[in-house]
């Protein structure tokens, strides 16, 4: 057997300096318990290894590891170095890299800017016409329909109710093709879907060059921005069909059976089927009945024991690498704060324009407020995992041992 033959010569060929395997990504990301379910290294895999474990949600080898480390690479806790999307800032807030030359900024494709971070432009917007169940002005759906309407889109990645009657309120992957199947998908998820292992095309009926929207949290868009940044052939997932990013602002997502199941249903005797909308706003985990009553209305801190603890480390409350950012904060209540960071954004935005109605951003020192303290947790968080005579800046290596427990330099790739 002649390919047998060739493997056994190949034995003791040393390996190429700098792999990093599947399972150096598990070791210093998924066992950590620092995954944020963001399905970047489902997409990046060239050789589709990397599928979704049904009962843990989290990514698993599935086939074959080749060692070609773009899992690791383009992990946002792991390789991305997500946290070059914008400089750590100290403990008072202050930023504490800002020079524009910098390589790190690339992901975000231009310069770092300070405030909300790129703006073309930014309003409070809500659909002309809101249709039932969005989460607050209905700005992200209205916009895919007027998208899908002007045929400027075939399809957007959104998250829609998994159907199962074992998990409600859980939110899971799906293409949207019609106005419908985006209405059936509109409203906040507070669990993360893996959302970019939806990106396998394969089994959706689509035209042959499809273009998508992504609505995604800042992590999953971070992960595209990185793909499409550095080209590369990624097996059966479209990473090149995304022709729109929208990021959902977002200072953490939480993990679905702690949140839903164990704190909500069980915990508090929330009727889940009487649920009409989880909220996350001003600070408080807000769930509302059906018919009015408010079921819950506490302190979002009595949740955090469910949130993903990767998420403490995540600073990019903004989407800053995003065509657009939509998100609650910074309008009043049934508007979506909307900001435009790219021309494909605003393109986008303008050719679906009849749908929304527009208007100034009421409070956009709001949306500072809370990317501020979001990169404060960030950097108390990461803080907390080094010596604290260490530099500011991460080192990798030490990342990696803190972490894994282990100190290969293969997964010290700076890019
Ligand atoms: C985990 C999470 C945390 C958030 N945290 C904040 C926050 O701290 N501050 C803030 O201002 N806003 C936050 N948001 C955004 C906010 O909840 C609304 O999604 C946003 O204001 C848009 O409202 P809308 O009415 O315009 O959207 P809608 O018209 O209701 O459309 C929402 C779209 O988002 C998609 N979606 C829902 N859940 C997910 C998910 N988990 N992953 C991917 N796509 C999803 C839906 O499928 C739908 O297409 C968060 C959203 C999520 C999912
Ligand atoms: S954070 Fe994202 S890229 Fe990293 S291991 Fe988890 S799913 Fe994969
Ligand atoms: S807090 Fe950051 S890492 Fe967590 S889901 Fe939101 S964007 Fe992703």
Redesign the pocket.
Known sequence: MKRYRVREEMNGVEEPPGKVWFWELAAGVIDADRCVQCGTCVAACPSNSIGVNPDTGLPELVKMCTGCSLCWDFCPRGGLRYEALWPPSSADGDVVRSDPSDPYWKITGGPPAEGLGAVLEAYA?R?ASR?D??????????L?IGLLAAGEIDG?L???PSGDPEEPWK?V?TI?RSPEE?IA?????????M?LAALDLSKVRLPPNPRLAV???PC?VQGIRAMQSRRWWTGAHRIDAVVLTIA???????DYEGLVLRELRDRRGIDLDRVDKI???RGRMIVEYRDGQVAVDEPVKNFHGTALKGCDECDD?LGRSADIS?????SLDGW??VIIRTDRGLQAFEKARAKLDVRALDDPAALIR?DRLDKKVAFASLSRRFDPDAPLFIDYEDHVRDYAGTDRQALVRVR
């Open positions: 917007v659909a249709p169940g969005v989460q607050d002005g209905g700005a992200v759906s209205a895919l957007a959104v998250a829609k939110g992957p949207a985006v998908a509109a409203g906040s998820f507070y669990n993360q879907t959302a609505v995604g949290t999953e959902l602002l977002c200072t953490k997502s939480f909220d996350v706003i409350f939509m998100g609650s904060v910074g979506t704060s809370l």
